[in-house]
């Protein structure tokens, strides 16, 4: 059994504009341990399912359908009591905004010290004593002596790790970091993300992780989804994804990677945005902006099947499927791209250039 299975998740935000289809059928599972990647543009529905997981959906928002089992258990289906005792403990949630998660009256020792006290029964001096040594352990100098320090005297790096410590208080098995490091600067977001991922290794918890840069993902993740209009259009295996990227908009999004080094203006970015949530335009939603849509795409929706046997994804054992016509032969033309990958000297991650007569 995997740690988490989400099944056919579908999220509707009910507003005056009309009903939002924020997340669509999505299925998709995490492993005990494993480091998964959910990446897409604004409004792809990543944060939607985050929250979906923690059940934090709020007015106008609903679940209106689907199965999220943690450990097996339907978090859908359990009692406010139970999803509350979950929450923080046993799956923690990393926000890209570390200010709001701290309180500002509280020294941060002490809001992590409260925190294992609530959750793990543990005594005044032994919580403080163990947040003295997590907080030394997120990288935090001279821990003692900040324990006692308020949120504002924290730069806003030492404050991503300090709720990076508050997340780990509790040895979740989940860790879900939502754009964790977006406000930060590149070279102190290099640091957390290792930091980040080292301590998830110590403490054997799996990460979701979810970011609009693949090259974040490559540094961190096993595994990835890319989410396009509330709905999966490619998993695979990171290494996989970015060495033989099958969906469209994958290769799109590989080529928006800023390259150290290279000036903004010879970056590609995927021309177009997001469509309308409220109207997708028929067919593949991302037909609009597909430099090799044909007609079938206006006209189909793409399943997302297993690239290599073209079956659908839901009923094969598949490593790497997407949600294009190329794979079910409805397309007469090829993906004509060639995805060229460049070790960078300076990051672990590979950054790739499209060419090819399309783009
Ligand atoms: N409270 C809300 N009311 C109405 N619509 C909402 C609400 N929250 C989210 N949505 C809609 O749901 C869709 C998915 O949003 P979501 O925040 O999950 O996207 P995202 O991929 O996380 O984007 P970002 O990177 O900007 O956070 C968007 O179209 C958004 O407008």
Same mark, same amino acid.
């Given at each position: 059994m995997a740690l988490l299975e989400v099944e056919d998740l579908t999220v509707n935000f009910y507003t005056q504009d009309g009903t939002v289809n #924020? =997340?669509? !059928?999505l299925s998709y599972t995490i492993e005990r341990g494993e480091k998964f990647g959910v990446v897409g543009e604004s409004g792809a529905g990543k944060s939607v399912t985050a929250l979906s997981l923690m059940r934090l959906i709020e007015r106008p928002? $609903?679940?209106e359908s689907g199965e999220i089992r943690f450990k097996g258990q339907d978090i859908l289906s359990m009692s406010e009591d139970e999803v509350r005792s979950i929450r923080g403990n046993e799956i923690a949630m990393i926000f890209q905004d570390a200010q709001t998660a &701290? !309180? %500002? =009256?509280?020294?941060v020792g002490e809001q992590i010290a409260e925190a294992m006290r609530h $959750? &793990?029964?543990?005594g005044k001096s032994e919580a403080k004593e163990e947040t003295i040594d997590l907080l030394a352990k997120v990288g935090i100098p001279e821990a003692r002596k900040r324990y006692?320090?308020? %949120? $504002?005297?924290?730069?806003g790096g030492m404050q991503q790790r300090a709720i990076i410590a508050m997340a780990l208080s509790c040895g979740p098995d989940l860790l879900i970091c939502d754009?964790? *490091? *977006? #406000? &930060?600067?590149v070279t102190i977001e290099a640091k957390i993300l290792e930091e980040i991922e080292s301590l998830a290794e110590e403490f054997d918890t799996a990460i979701q992780l979810i970011t609009h840069d693949l090259g974040v993902i490559a540094e961190v993740c096993d595994r990835v989804m890319v989410m396009y209009g509330g709905k999966p259009v490619e998993k695979a295996p990171v290494e996989d994804l970015f060495y033989?990227?099958? $969906?469209p908009y994958t290769v799109g999004l590989m080529s928006s990677i800023p390259r150290i080094?290279?000036? #903004?203006?010879r970056l590609q970015t995927i021309p177009g945005t997001m469509p309308d949530l409220v109207e997708l335009p028929p067919g593949c939603s991302f037909h609009p902006r597909?430099?090799? #849509?044909?007609e079938a795409c206006t006209l189909r929706e793409p399943d997302l099947l297993? *690239?290599?046997?073209?079956?659908?994804a839901s009923d094969v054992e598949t490593d790497h499927a997407a949600a294009c016509l190329a794979y079910s032969g409805d397309l007469t033309g090829e993906l004509d791209y060639t995805v060229r990958v460049d070790e960078d000297p300076k990051s672990n991650a590979p950054t790739s250039q499209i060419t090819g007569d399309n783009q």
């Open positions: #924020a =997340v669509d !059928n928002g $609903h679940i &701290l !309180n %500002p =009256v509280y020294t $959750h &793990l029964g543990y006692s320090d308020y %949120p $504002h005297e924290f730069s754009e964790p *490091t *977006t #406000a &930060l600067d033989d990227p099958k $969906h080094g290279e000036s #903004a203006d597909c430099p090799f #849509a044909e297993d *690239t290599a046997s073209g079956k659908p």
